[in-house]
């Protein structure tokens, strides 16, 4: 029996306009009446995912910033953070690089310096907590992970060179224009370990939901993995269990599923 479904959102569940699908609310009342529990995984930040998920913020749980914070209604379970040396590196990197820009990612709040459009439009469509502040006055504040914005793509610029200067950290991209860049175990996989363990839940009984390379590990710690027709073509190469897309309602007709066999 599954125990704990575990869902990516851009790409995922949310719609192809950003937006939370209101179905999943009751959706997830359900699968807590049935003693199964809803986790959110993204890039977002945790303080955006409580705010998503406000009808139910207290009765799920949540994998923010790629893996590197997992939390349980309004209690953080586990963090990883960046050394301040990591830190300084990655920022001396990305400012070599043209047409890319670094989000300085904390538990409570992004931080960014730049005042391109492109990029803070994405920041307010994303980040529920987001402050304009010059990076030298952080020296005190260690991130959970540095985001960036390549607005050419990252596999057409900023990605490979990043990948090869910052050997030893975690550089992924994350989907629409974004990388990644953590402490190597921030990933959603070993996130979803750190929850089985917590919360003595096996892998047969756990089923996860994504459609991007930064889901990868997340769906290989799950035994039902499921990716939605838009998903990235990799992906649909290595799970055999491909779902309606995410403008279909995919992953709401899944968790109905689900549901129907408990």
Not at 81 to 94: A, G, M, N, P
Not at 111 to 130: H, L, V
Not at 205 to 215: L, Q, S
Request: glycine residues 6%; hydrophobic residues 40%; aromatic residues 10%.
């Amino acid at each position: 029996m599954i125990k704990l479904i575990i869902s990516d959102l851009d790409g995922t569940l949310l719609t192809p306009d950003g937006k939370l699908p209101e179905k999943i609310f009751p959706l997830i009342r359900k699968l807590k009446a049935k003693s199964i529990l809803f986790c959110a995984a993204s890039g977002r930040q945790l303080v955006t995912l409580r705010h998503l998920f406000e009808p139910v913020k207290d009765d799920i749980l949540y994998i923010a910033e790629n893996g590197a914070v997992c939390a349980i209604a309004d209690t953080v379970l586990r963090s990883l953070f960046l050394s301040r040396e990591e830190t300084d590196k990655i920022l001396s990197e990305v400012s070599q690089i043209n047409h890319i820009y670094p989000l300085y990612c904390t538990i409570d709040c992004a931080y960014y310096q730049d005042d391109d459009k492109t990029f803070t439009d994405f920041i307010n469509a994303s980040y529920f907590r987001s402050e304009k502040k010059n990076f030298d006055l952080l020296s005190d504040i260690l991130p959970c992970k540095i985001a960036v914005f390549d607005e050419l793509g990252p596999e057409n610029n900023g990605f490979f060179p990043l990948t090869e200067k910052l050997k030893g950290l975690r550089v992924i991209q994350s989907g629409n224009g974004w990388m990644d860049v953590s402490d190597p175990r921030a990933n959603k996989g070993d996130a979803v370990t750190f929850l089985q363990k917590h919360l003595g839940i096996s892998y047969e009984e756990c089923a996860a939901f994504g459609d991007h390379m930064n889901d990868y590990e997340m769906l290989l710690a799950c035994k039902h993995a499921f990716v939605p027709e838009n998903a990235y073509p990799f992906l649909k190469e290595k799970f055999s269990n491909i779902i309606p897309s995410n403008k279909e309602g995919g992953v709401l007709q899944q968790i109905e599923k689900i549901l129907a066999t408990c």
